[in-house]
């Protein structure tokens, strides 16, 4: 199962799945028309409690029929939105490209949500299957961008062919290549640092060599750190077999690595969370031990490491018990050391987690309709299925909510989250059924449609 895990798929595709493994329900064979029937009629448009998180702007992108997937959603140093995604021609763009090419899709709009470009990297011709997709984006401190993918061979970046495989790239902060640098193995996750350097995260099956030698691995998950140059600085693999879901870093430059790991002699995998120096020295591993699942999520700042996931199972956490027969979400707040600081369980499915440079904590993701949440929200009013969007944000040092925001809908998929510097929040995901985040519904076209929505602090 975990050498399926590394994520050469769409980042929307692999959230699906593990919603439908951790027993979550897709809720995506549900048609409109028949929820219509259902006896509780919901209210239209988004539903909050407390202020704030106000919308500010949203805007759709939509492709040729089934094949958008949104990846990634950051913010750069004056809080403009970058977006990663992956599509299928036609698209909404005004660059020209053959129909029923497969094309990554590079875009950046304004604090005020006006569009100021897009960029397409096309798949180029010469094999049976020509494609390429995006897999991770990280904005450096100069604005720059990186993001990391997989193509069949051909493309051609920054000035060179690159063979068929994983890769890495520079874009400059209009969109333009800068230089690019084939990978020996899948990169999943991104992430720079304010000195410029860059790591990489995966899961590793088999032997490649970063540069300093082999290394082997079997579903073990991996960290590999280049200086600003490209120079390699350092590999870890971990011992543990895995999957890698998400990484992030603190003020300090160290590394939060979360996924599941496998803890013999169970086949199953156990939500963990594991803290790496910023030289590449394992520090701790924090495994939610009795328990079933994966880690999905983690963010990290100001002494804090807040994670998000599903577990199946009982865990004793910061004193508290928390109890989950059948799949729940959760997150977890830990300190700098790995002790436990408040947890808290999330309805029957996980959240993506932010932090913003203020005192607080972001979360989003999808919510059964007529369920506790958690939290002391009570319970959430929506459709039934794990198919709803909740945003809310929480307290640092305590984990009590500050606001939250829920917006009902029969399909729609969250699928990753930003927070400027500034506070603001920035989600995108699919949607396959009308979905309202504040400026009036969103009616799909016929497949999955890309949303991008920002929300006040």
Known sequence: MAGDLKRPFPRSTLLLTLAVLAGCGSGEERKPEDLASQEHELRSG????????????????????????????????????????????????????????????????????????????????????????????????????????VQSGGLELGGRVLPAGAFLARMDGNGAPMWSRALPTTATELAVNTRGHITLAGTLTGQVDFGNGPVTGASNPYLVQYDAQGTLRWVHVDSARGVT????????????????????????????????????????????????????????????????????????????????????????????????????????TWGLVEMDQGSDVVMAGRYTGGEDFGLGLGTMEGYPGATNVYVLRLQRPTGKVLWSHTYPSAQTLPVDLSVSRQGESALTGTFRAPVDFGTGPLSPTPGANTFLVQMER
């Open 245 to 348: 879901m998400d990484l992030t870093q603190d003020d300090a430059g160290d590394l939060y690595l979360a996924g599941g790991r496998f803890v013999p002699p169970s086949p199953l995998l156990v939500p963990s969370v594991s803290r790496v120096s910023a030289e590449g020295t394992p520090s701790w591993t924090r495994s939610l031990e009795g328990a079933t699942g994966v880690a999905m999520s983690v963010a990290a700042h100001g002494g804090l490491v807040v994670m998000s996931g599903y577990f199946t199972g009982k865990i004793v956490f910061g004193g508290r018990e928390l109890d989950a027969p059948t799949s729940r979400g959760f997150a977890l707040a830990y300190d700098r050391e790995g002790a436990a600081s408040w947890g808290s369980l999330l309805g029957s």
């Open 46 to 149: 988004p539903q909050r409690k407390s202020s704030g998180g106000g919308t500010q702007w949203v805007h759709t992108l939509r492709s040729a029929a089934e094949t958008d997937a949104p990846v990634a959603v950051v913010h750069d140093s004056r809080g403009n939105v970058l977006t990663l995604g992956n599509h299928r021609t036609p698209i909404d763009s005004e660059e020209s490209v053959p129909p029923g090419t497969s094309v990554l899709v590079l875009s950046k709009h304004s604090m005020q949500g006006r569009l100021l470009w897009t960029r397409l990297l096309a798949a180029p011709p010469g094999t049976s299957t020509p494609y390429v997709r995006g897999l991770s984006l990280a904005v450096e401190p100069y604005d720059t961008v990186l993001l990391t993918g």
